[in-house]
């Protein structure tokens, strides 16, 4: 049985302080395999913002795989967006995490969906590249582990369709070469929390988005996180959220995700 922790869109600059420290207590007696953390680490790319995701981080006993999300290039200092947009981010959170995990029978990839700036307005929608989504498809590939995670900040299945408010580019037609490749796709940014299928060749690929996690940045849901154990045959994820009377979290709800096809 492998534990992960999914965690997005901390939006540190915005947090709840004392939610950051139940989050923190959770996680360290929970001691997950692993805990990712799909991008928005801070809400302005502030340097103040990334030391205190830092700091957090720090504080993490399992080991920690995560992708920046849109918000972690500077928003206000426009020099520092184009010429070094991820120097802060990888001089502060990229320090405490690594950005791909290889550990017995669990294989996680990260994929880098944020940008810059982009040929379009609305530049905190992401991007597929599709030769880093090659390379990351490849080595997943290559190792062929039982539990193969692939993590980036942009939802590529949603909701509401890819029309709705993810619109990731080139994420529809990414979706069944991903489905191949992987079991689990873990992503934030829609601070929602949701599991979609897509069907691969022997199993399914199951696609989950995770809410705020400690941040005043909720959108209809409250924050929480999404803890997810997972066998050979099935994957429950948790849904804890933030209490509404004191600085905790509570367990919302918990679903069976089946890994093939009428299996459940
Ligand atoms: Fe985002």
Redesign the pocket.
Known sequence: MTKLFQIA?LHFGTEDRHLVDAFVDLCNASRPDAVIAA??FTQSGRKSEFDAAARFLGRLDPPVVGIP???DVPSRALHRRFTTPWRRYERSVGRHMASSLEDGALHIEGLRT?RRAQWQPDW?L?RIGRPSLGRALDLLAERDADLRVLTC??PILAPGGNRGRARTARAGTSVTTIAEHCDLVLT???HETFALPAEGPSHTCWFVGAGTTFSRRTRGEPAGVNVLDISADTIRVTHHVADEDRPAFIVRDSRVLPRREGQY
Do not use: K
Request: charged residues 15%; without cysteine.
């Open positions: 869109d991008g928005d999300g849109n918000h944020a905190s992401g900040h942009h934030g940014h829609l």
